[in-house]
């Protein structure tokens, strides 16, 4: 391509009139697509033109040349920026697909945008960390959202942490965690106390699939990332715990005694025998328990190689006030039945990090 006629055309960016100005974006577009091969200082030279003619065009014209360099892989650089700061309509195409955008282009973007202009930049190909954690900082759910399900996206250790903070209360972005393959397995465990039952299962099933030296790994970054507990304990905690430590001193403290504590209203001591079997923390049991999650108390039972039996007792019992307890217990023996002792015995040693953590702080 002869630098002449581009020249013509650039000549021609200096007429007044809109007409032949719109005229000559169109030519210097169609001329731009139908070059061979145009060298880099060529492309930068319509780049230049183009933005600077861009700027001056009715919305609809720049949407239009968005979605056409939006997919240009040589597309100018300069153009693509202003294009990616222009408006939500605009941008959207370009901040979506456009190769020639780089990392610093994409940050000016996040950083100063608003919400449409984060959530186009998240359905891009690859997302760099750098970018996500903006994205992550400034981006309301809907948007993390959006970022979190981009398998493209990557996010560093911090970034997932933010998110997995801001899910507990918020489903949609909870189902996106967990189907998320590139979220830690360990964060992927602290999740399962706050989804619902469809999550929790994909939980189990990707811990008894995670290979040891992954599952390993997932252990240790658990380890660094434990908070404390919570510190409060009911009123009779001490009492009780005494009894449990002679139980156990006297070889008492088996299974078939959380029945007994259960059926006399033992609750604390229930807790904390249940703790010291499947040597769990106090709070992990006590969660489990008073939010009735039943999938969790299999989870703790399972590994611990109790019988089905005394899990159904355990179940009845404590859902007992709900009065349909026994007509339930043929689901109950069914989830106890279809969970794995693997996918048991990984899950549960991330709850164990709470117990591991409360002793190093007792120490």
């Known amino acids: 391509m002869s630098a002449a006629p581009l020249q013509d055309l650039i000549d021609l960016a200096k007429e007044p009139s809109s007409e032949k100005r719109r005229e000559l974006l169109r ?26 003619l861009t700027v001056e065009m009715e919305q609809a014209v720049r949407q239009e040349l968005s979605a056409r360099f939006a997919v240009a892989p040589n597309a100018p650089r300069s153009l693509a920026r202003t294009l990616a700061m222009d408006v939500e309509e605009v941008a959207a ?23 449409g202009h984060l959530r186009a930049v998240s359905e891009r190909p690859t997302v760099t960390e750098a970018v996500s954690d903006v994205i992550v900082e400034r981006g309301d759910d809907d948007t993390v959202g959006v970022l979190v399900r981009n398998d493209g996206a990557q996010l560093s250790r ?7 903070d801001r899910a507990q209360t918020n489903p949609d972005l909870q189902a996106a965690l967990v189907d998320r393959a590139a979220l830690p397995a360990d964060l992927l465990n602290e999740m399962y106390f706050v989804v619902e039952a469809r999550l929790r299962q994909k939980i189990l099933e990707r811990n008894a699939a995670m290979p040891a030296e992954r599952l390993e790994a997932a252990l240790a970054a658990s380890r660094r990332r434990l908070r404390a507990a919570d510190g409060s304990l009911p009123a009779d905690f001490d009492t009780a715990s005494a009894y449990v430590r002679e139980l156990r001193a ?30 769990i923390d106090f709070h992990t049991a006590r969660q489990i328990v008073d939010s009735a999650q039943l999938d969790a108390l299999a989870v703790v039972c399972k590994s611990a190689d109790m019988d089905r039996a005394l899990f159904l007792t355990y179940a009845v019992v404590l859902l007992n006030k709900e009065g349909d307890a026994m007509a339930k217990a043929q689901s109950y023996a069914r989830m106890y039945a279809e969970l794995s002792h693997e996918a048991a015995r990984r899950t549960l040693r991330f709850w164990k990090m709470r117990r591991d953590h409360g002793d190093a702080r007792a120490a």
Not at 31 to 47: C, D, H, R, V
Not at 100 to 107: A, P
Not at 158 to 164: P, Q, S, T
């Open 27 to 52: 030519q210097l577009t169609d001329q731009f697509f139908g070059a061979a091969s145009p060298n880099p200082s060529e492309t930068e030279l319509y780049g230049a033109v183009l933005a600077q």
């Open 93 to 115: 195409p370009v901040l979506r697909a456009c190769s020639t955008l780089e990392e610093s282009d994409l940050l000016d973007v996040v950083r100063a945008k608003g919400q």
């Open 158 to 164: 911090v970034a997932h942490e933010a998110v997995v």
């Open 250 to 279: 006297a070889g008492g403290l088996t299974p078939e005694i959380l029945v007994r504590f259960l059926r006399s209203g033992g609750r604390t001591e229930f807790l904390i025998a249940l703790a010291e079997l499947s040597d």
